[in-house]
């Protein structure tokens, strides 16, 4: 009776043991992807040294999570990016700061996205082959004349403009020039400066593009965002749910720490870096070219720090274009970010 007893104890334990265990391990399990959403241009630079070196997968590796598979999705604007994250088919989504606090706001309280790191820092430039355009309120009455943006009131570019008209006419003018703006890839909006005779004369490009407008001599510049926010401003950042973050700690934190460190192999090796640019895109630029831009800081910052964030936030809550007024740039930046000398 005794053995009896004690042999339905030991089994009743070793069931429990075995749920217990079944249970650990599923409560650890993280996923064994990582997905990215980028655009186009040498703001990317990070995530194509963190792709090509496969600095994810080894350090997964070495934390014990086995084999897991990183792959980039290119799209072009901040909306698009953001409808990518929203619909989970990518896990992190690289986008100007603007489209980051537009989805901050919108899913506050809920997905709670935040950036879990920013990338660069480049201003802005607005360019035009249109000669009769020298200063910004020479826009004003034009009808045959369409500004592109990568996402129309939702890219980066297309706040600076707003912030641009703001300090021109008043904020209760913030939006007048959004009528001649228009969704476009930075690629194609380049080539139609350069071509002429298309109706979008302007285009407020990023670094290589705006480089090879300007260098085309068919083009003139006419501000740029430093103008407009008074100096050097992060310009994209990478952001994701607070699900995939809590669900796959160890994973994210991979994550995090291979862009500080390819953002660090980029500034200590820039030659480098403009190869592996090169290289990664195949493009076409001659390599001295993108040398030029990756080792200008005037240009091309590789920056973690938040840098002029909260000016975005502040005007954007202005406008009415978020709802949420963050306290600071640490309510929008995960907290893998707080060791940075933020703004």
Known sequence: MLQRKISRNIAVIGVAAALGAGLASTAQAEVDKVRFAQQFGLLYLPMHVVVDKKMVQSCAKAAGLGDVKVSMHRFSGGAAVNQALLSKNVDFAA????????????????????????????????????????????????????????????????????????????????????????????????????????????????????????????????????????????????????????????????????????????????????????RFTKSKLKIEEIEGMVGDVKEMHYSLSPSRTMKFAEFMHSIKAIKNMPASWKDFYWENNYDQNGS
């Open 95 to 278: 986008g100007g700061i603007g489209p980051l606090l537009k989805l901050w706001d919108k899913t506050k309280g809920r997905l709670n996205v935040k950036a879990m790191t920013t990338l660069a820092a480049m201003p802005l430039k607005l360019n035009t082959n249109d000669k009769g355009v020298k200063k910004l309120e020479d826009y004003v009455g034009l009808t045959d004349h369409k500004i592109s943006t990568p996402s129309v009131k939702v890219s980066i570019q297309a706040v600076v403009l707003q912030m641009a008209a703001a300090k021109k006419w008043g904020p209760e003018n913030a939006f007048k020039l959004d009528p001649l703006t228009v969704s476009m890839k930075h690629p194609s909006a380049a080539a139609a400066l350069l071509a002429g005779g298309q109706s979008v004369k302007s285009h407020f490009a990023t670094l290589p593009t705006s480089y090879q407008e300007l260098k085309s001599g068919k083009v003139h510049n006419v501000l740029t965002s430093y103008d407009v926010l008074g100096g050097e401003h992060s310009t994209v950042a990478m952001y994701n749910a607070e699900a995939w973050k809590n669900d796959n700690p160890k994973l994210y934190k991979c994550v995090w720490q291979s862009y500080r460190k390819a953002m660090a192999w980029i500034n200590n090796n820039k030659k480098d870096g403009a190869a592996l640019y090169k």
